[in-house]
């Protein structure tokens, strides 16, 4: 696939991807949600669409969709350009269009509360550092919540929770933490179910969106796994959760109101929304290159097969 990104003064307004059936896919990022209004309506009027989904928050919006075939699109201010991708930057000065497929991208929607999920990610990543290509691949971590209303309580073990909460059984609970704690083990994951602190992930997930923007997703997502399910802290804990900071080295710039920031929440909330749109309802989930989809901390040789296959395809289609 050949994808451009369009960018104004430093800033990615869309990138575009086009296929070798001719289907086209937008990709929107840091538009205004007023000119994302504008751009829905245009696009309601102009042409007949499919599969158009779009979510929006206070002050950006970031849309995905299924578009038409054939042509390009660029949105500049609150205007549409339809054409190919030389039509375009002969139209407009100062926009250049760069390339955007030097990576295939590897999306992980997954819970730090979930022991799975720990497990899933220590699969992946071995299937990851063996893989020839591994410089080629961009992993993105995205947010899920297996229950966003929960209320931390650092008075009560894990189990004790799962029995109050859910009605669990609580023979049945300690029977499964040893089947993941023996999984865990091959992995090097020391789960510590005893220790645990049930608590709410939403700041977490906020530390997380943080780290991305310093490149440092994965090494946070490590050490999140590891301060809930093998040092018993408290990841709803500010003071956690800035240790963990400032052990990666991530920027402190108005880091002491990020938790309470409602940009990062919506950012949250939206990998949220997006998991909803994709059927997503359970956790580890692993999507390959918008294409393949791994569900569930499945074996070693799923992992392998489908980063290779879906690799092969994305170097096909770039080339």
Request: net charge negative; charged share 25%.
């Amino acid at each position: 696939m050949y994808r451009a990104g369009i960018y104004v003064q430093g800033v990615r307004y869309l990138v575009l991807g086009i296929g070798p059936s001719g289907r086209t896919r937008c990709y929107f990022f840091k538009v205004y949600a007023e000119i994302a209004l504008k751009l829905i309506s245009k696009l309601t009027k102009q042409r007949s669409y499919n599969q158009f989904k779009y979510w929006c928050r206070q002050e950006r919006a970031s849309l995905r969709s299924g578009i038409f075939t054939g042509e390009n699109m660029l949105l500049m201010e609150d205007k549409i350009v339809c054409g190919t991708s030389d039509e375009i930057s002969e139209q407009f000065t100062g926009v250049n269009i760069v390339q955007e497929n030097t990576k295939m991208t590897v999306e992980i929607w997954s819970d730090i509360a979930c022991p799975f999920c720990y497990l899933g990610k220590k699969k992946f990543e071995r299937s990851l550092e063996n893989f020839e290509n591994k410089d080629q691949i961009e992993v993105i971590w995205k947010s899920f919540q297996l229950n966003p209303g929960q209320k931390t309580d650092a008075t009560v073990s894990l189990t004790e929770y799962l029995a109050r909460e859910k009605n669990w059984d609580p023979a049945m609970v300690e029977q499964t933490y040893e089947r993941i704690s023996e999984s865990g083990k091959n992995y090097g994951i020391s789960y510590d179910f005893k220790n645990a602190v049930p608590a709410n992930t939403l700041k977490a997930h906020i530390l997380l969106h943080l780290a991305k923007k310093d490149g440092k997703q994965s090494e946070v997502k490590e050490s999140l796994f590891e301060a809930y399910f093998a040092k018993g802290k408290n990841v709803d804990d500010p003071a956690v959760l800035t240790e963990i900071a400032d052990e990666l080295g991530l920027n402190r710039d108005g880091f002491d109101n990020i938790f309470g920031s409602e940009e990062f929440v919506n950012e949250v909330r939206h990998d949220i929304y997006e998991a909803q749109q994709l059927g997503i309802t359970g956790v580890p989930f692993f999507v390959y290159n918008g294409k393949y989809g791994i569900s569930g901390a499945q074996d070693d040789r799923l992992f392998t097969d489908t980063l290779k296959k879906s690799f092969d395809e994305w170097k096909t289609q770039s080339n």
